[in-house]
């Protein structure tokens, strides 16, 4: 069993930086693939970006590839999502998700959600 717990959302302007955190509970962190994702309103919820679990693979959906960057810290049992130049299309509820598969953009390929923090880009 993995529990997920994200922080760092908040309001900014466009063009602005944000770092989301996710910090899991569990003794598997360390083999689990960790994906980003999130969800608009009145939209399907889509991948952002992977990393498997040693950190040596990372995937980005197109329109955040040069501005995000997906790591993590298994010391801590810890995940990031640095995002720079945000743009409103950014606007979302990003969710951390944690699975024992190879990095996957469907959100079937995870097992562990966490409850989601809220990114709002103003232009």
């Known amino acids: 069993q993995v529990q997920l717990l994200e922080s760092g959302g908040g309001l900014v302007q466009a063009g602005d930086s944000l770092r989301l955190s996710c910090v899991a509970s569990?003794?598997?962190?360390?083999?689990?693939?960790m994906g980003w994702f999130r969800q608009a309103p009145g939209k399907v919820r889509e991948f952002v970006a992977g990393?498997?679990?040693?950190?040596?693979?990372?995937e980005y959906v197109d329109s955040v590839k040069g501005r995000f960057t997906i790591s993590r810290d298994n010391a801590i049992n810890t995940v990031y999502l640095q995002m720079n130049s945000l743009r409103p299309e950014d606007t979302a509820v990003y969710y951390c998700?944690?699975?024992?598969?190879?990095?996957?953009?469907?959100?079937?390929?995870?097992?562990?959600w966490g409850q989601g923090t809220q990114v709002t880009v103003s232009s």
């Open positions: 990393i498997s679990w040693d950190g040596a693979r990372t």
């Open positions: 569990g003794r598997t962190f360390n083999s689990n693939t």
């Open positions: 998700a944690a699975g024992l598969g190879d990095v996957s953009y469907y959100s079937r390929s995870y097992d562990y």
